[in-house]
Nanobody
């Protein structure tokens, strides 16, 4: 089994920044991707960003491109999401996720493992 533990969520004013972390433990694989989804109240879970461990290909949703940056630390099996210039529409529970093998495919049905989520609240 793989366990994913998120941290770094909290309350921030519009225009501020937060950095989320997700640490993976348990079994690891040589070919996999890690990244983030988010779910706002009353809305479906949506893709945010992802990165492959081999090759470092990245994906960003249009709504966060230019504001959010995803990165990885291979030695720590940890992925980070630096979130800048936050707005109230970024308020959501952010979920860490992992996919084993294949090309970068960051759709909900492609995910193998989920974290429990961390809440990000952006006030206006």
């Amino acid at each position: 089994q793989v366990q994913l533990v998120e941290s770094g969520g909290g309350l921030v004013q519009a225009g501020g920044s937060l950095r989320l972390s997700c640490a993976a433990s348990g079994r690891t694989f040589s070919s996999y991707s890690m990244g983030w989804f988010r779910q706002a109240p009353g809305k479906e879970r949506e893709s945010v960003a992802a990165i492959r461990w081999i090759g470092a290909s990245t994906y960003y949703a249009d709504s966060v491109k230019g504001r959010f940056t995803i990165s990885r630390d291979n030695a720590k099996n940890t992925v980070y999401l630096q979130m800048n210039n936050l707005t109230p529409e970024d308020t959501a529970v952010y979920y860490c996720a992992a996919r084993i093998g294949g090309d970068l495919n960051w759709g909900y049905s492609a995910i193998n493992y989920w974290g429990k989520g961390t809440l990000v609240t952006v006030s206006s």
